[in-house]
């Protein structure tokens, strides 16, 4: 590669960095100006080429995000003009000359001073009326700019499924018209749960990511986190969603010591504790904090709660067992799934009481829902242990190896068993 | 724009004409219907005949083929509909949840088609 080359590709990295930074904040301000995501799309890209062009020669603007709302604003315009039948073509530029005069930043290109937008089109994007995974889908591709191959990628589908998928939602949202607005007050509380969902399944992707060599995962995560606070910024003291935020950054505390050098998730048990980020954990109490100040609770603070009790916990046998199984039973309040009950019957092992450990998790299994769920053999087999039991405890092992589907933790349920009864057989 | 309201419901699950639940679920929708048509927003709407006096037409290589009754395999059948005109679809929901069926049957809210020209 010679210099020339080098410089124009360090230059196309910037400018991709750039558009990137900003792509959400200008989608967003014209989707809601021109009531179109469409067009602001294909505007955005525009002014991107011209970006591009302009920026290679002349280096990059001294304000980019200005630069390219106002380039991408008058691409918009240009394809209205080309697009609209003539008499309509009038109408419409009136409409929208109007709103190029009462924009400062024709008179004063210095300051970006346009408003923010970008929650209105979250709430778009992570409306019901959308399958759970296109608002996931959506709202990385609009909000956080990632591309439809990107985002296959990070979910392991092919790019034409979730090209698709994308086009489809966004033909939805403009054919029954999905408004760009921040839901009236008395839908609020439900839609923002709906958008904290499909926050925390962005967060848990990357957490759990598989698609992880493609997209980093630490990139989604910060995005989940950065979509979290872009919300507490405009809709403060919700309780439940600084909980959240609090759930995230104390997980986010975890994410260097919960894999191994292969890429295979390590247990909060062995993991190494070192490798927490304090610095996370403290964000975490912070926000956990305030959310608890203002006497709401619901389910994120209480799993929030309970990953600040590990957080905070110098071995995984200091733990305070006694306080998180308080936290399960609260939990239970709020989300009582067959998981969540397995969660406080393992607890109950851990606080010295085995034998209703195992009562509880013998309903459970009973009760059906569980009963191909490997971890719950793995709980009951650790009960069965302690409480001398061996062989069930062997027995019990077995069957969660049996149920596992993944070769590592097979190996690793029975490096387990063996470690508990190696001095005895 | 304007949504079609379309109110499925089974017809076991509805209260038995005469009843005092019947009466209270007319009043209901005359309630309903009045607030519709106050917002401005009520462009047509009527509730249908119980299934059983439904007929379904098929043209078929020319001919007509003439049944009794639709089709449909599904307990809840089309008993009525609203024709609204909503700024968006978050009002359309919001009337939809109101309808009084809903609380028994389930709305479907469809865009109508806007047909270029």
């Known amino acids: 590669m010679n210099k020339k080359d080098n410089r124009t590709a360090i230059i196309d990295k910037a400018i991709e960095r750039v558009v990137r930074d900003c792509y959400g904040k200008i989608l967003s301000q014209l989707t809601y100006q021109f009531k179109n995501l469409d067009l602001a799309e294909e505007a955005i890209q525009e002014a991107t080429i011209s970006a591009l062009r302009h920026w290679q020669e002349q280096g990059i603007a001294s304000d980019p995000e200005a630069w390219l709302y106002i380039a991408a604003k008058r691409k918009a315009i240009d394809i209205i003009r080309k697009n609209q039948t003539h008499t309509k073509k009038q109408h419409a530029l009136t409409q929208h000359n109007k709103i190029i ?43 956080c700019g990632f591309s439809t191959d990107e985002i296959a990628k990070a979910f392991l589908l092919k790019r034409a499924t979730m090209a698709q998928r994308l086009v489809r939602a966004k033909r939805k949202i403009a054919k029954a018209r999905i408004p760009y607005a921040i839901p009236t007050a008395d839908q609020l509380e439900q839609r923002l749960n709906g958008v904290m969902g499909v926050i925390y399944l962005i967060f848990n992707e990357a957490y759990y990511s598989k698609g992880s060599q493609y997209l980093s995962s630490t990139a989604l995560a910060e995005e989940a986190i950065q979509l979290a606070e872009l919300i507490n910024q405009q809709l403060p003291h919700r309780a439940e969603l600084l909980g959240l935020l609090a759930l995230m950054q104390f997980n986010f505390a975890r994410f260097k010591a919960r894999l191994d050098k292969f890429g295979r998730s390590i247990n909060l048990k062995d993991q190494n504790r070192q490798l927490w980020s304090s610095n996370r954990i403290d964000k975490g109490n912070q926000y956990l904090n305030a959310a608890v100040a203002l006497k709401r609770l619901g389910s994120y603070q209480i799993q929030a709660a309970i990953s600040a009790v590990h957080s905070t916990s110098e071995t995984f046998e200091q733990t305070d067992w006694l306080q998180i199984y308080g936290l399960y039973q609260k939990l239970q309040q709020y989300q009582n799934s067959p998981v969540v009950q397995l969660n406080a019957a393992i607890t109950l092992a851990y606080t010295q009481k085995p034998l209703a450990a195992l009562n509880q998790i013998e309903k459970l299994e009973q009760a059906g829902h569980l009963n191909q769920y490997h971890l719950l053999f793995v709980a009951k087999a650790f009960c069965l242990k302690k409480l001398g039991d061996n062989k069930a405890s062997t027995m019990a092992m077995k069957t969660a190896i049996a149920l596992s589907d993944n070769q590592f933790q097979k190996d690793y349920f029975q490096q387990e068993l063996e470690s508990w009864f190696k001095n005895i057989s | 724009m304007q949504y079609l309201l379309m109110i499925y419901a089974a017809e076991s699950a509805e209260p038995a004409p005469g009843s005092d639940e019947f009466m209270k679920l007319i009043q209901d929708y005359g309630v309903f219907t009045e607030e519709v048509k106050n917002a401005g927003v009520f462009v047509g709407g009527e509730p249908l005949e119980p299934i059983a006096t439904a007929t379904t037409v098929r043209v078929r290589d020319n001919e007509p083929l003439i049944t009794d009754g639709p089709f449909a395999e599904t307990k809840e059948v089309l008993g009525g509909y609203y024709l609204l005109d909503c700024d968006n679809l978050d009002q359309a929901l919001e009337y939809a949840a109101k309808i009084p069926s809903a609380k028994y049957g389930s709305i479907e809210v469809r865009p109508i088609m806007q047909l270029p020209g």
Do not use: G, K, W, Y
């Open chain 1, 101 to 143: 005069e009462n924009d400062s930043f024709v008179t004063d290109n210095s300051s970006p001073s346009f408003q923010d937008r970008r929650l209105e089109l979250i709430f778009t994007c992570c409306h019901p009326a959308l399958e759970t995974s296109s608002q996931v889908a959506l709202t990385l591709n609009t909000i």
